[in-house]
């Protein structure tokens, strides 16, 4: 199995930043595309940015230009740094990654805990 470890978030007031990790560990054979998504109460669970292995990303457009994804592949972790927070940002962020593991040979994704990101007016 493979689990994704979160860290980072909090509350933040609007214009500031923040930063979150996520660990992958377990038994990977291989980690494919990593990314977060977002989920604010009583909305769906949305893409905020996805990286690929090749380092290769993508954003929503409600965050680009804000928020850097990057991942580190010698440490299976992913990052997101998120600048200029607004209100509308606020929601439980979860780390996704896509992984083969030893134990299944299959590309399966995987989601982490989530962590909330609180960001006030």
């Known amino acids: 199995q493979v689990q994704l470890v979160e860290s980072g978030g909090g509350l933040v007031q609007a214009g500031g930043s923040l930063g979150l990790s996520c660990a992958a560990s377990?038994?990977?054979?291989?980690?494919?595309?990593m990314g977060w998504y977002r989920q604010a109460p009583g909305k769906q669970r949305e893409l905020v940015a996805t990286?690929?292995?090749?380092?290769?990303?993508n954003y929503a457009v409600s965050v680009k230009g804000r928020f850097t994804i990057s991942r580190d592949n010698a440490k299976n972790t992913v990052y997101l740094q998120m600048n200029s927070l607004k209100p509308e940002d606020t929601a439980v962020y979860y780390c996704?990654?896509?992984?083969?593991?030893?134990?299944?040979?299959?590309?399966?994704?995987?989601w982490g805990q989530g962590t909330q990101v609180t960001v006030s007016s």
């Open positions: 990286i690929t292995s090749g380092g290769s990303t």
């Open positions: 996704n990654a896509k992984a083969i593991s030893f134990t299944t040979l299959i590309n399966t994704p995987y």
């Open positions: 377990g038994s990977i054979l291989s980690l494919k595309d």
